[in-house]
């Protein structure tokens, strides 16, 4: 739990499967997923990751109008 825990403040985004192979290779521990998911829970860690509707638009932010929709292009590089 030490060895999780100083890794886990350094790597905050660090989920259960990284962390095994972390533990794995570099420190030498015989760890499974399960036994670092059940850690990760007794320790309640939560991993930082991108969160659901992230690229959703604020309703208060300004939404510029799209200028060229009844431009009929004719030659090359007109809407320029």
């Not at 036994?35 to 510029?64: E, G, Q």
């Amino acid at each position: 739990m030490n060895a999780i825990d100083r890794k886990f403040l350094d790597c905050p985004f660090y989920g259960v499967e990284r962390m095994t192979d972390y533990l794995r290779q570099d420190r030498g521990y015989f760890v499974g997923q399960k036994r670092v998911r059940r850690l990760y829970k007794l320790m309640n860690l939560k991993t930082i990751h991108p969160k659901k509707n992230l690229s959703k638009a604020n309703k208060s932010d300004y939404k510029f109008p799209y200028l060229l929709r009844n431009l009929k292009i004719q030659r090359p590089a007109h809407e320029w």
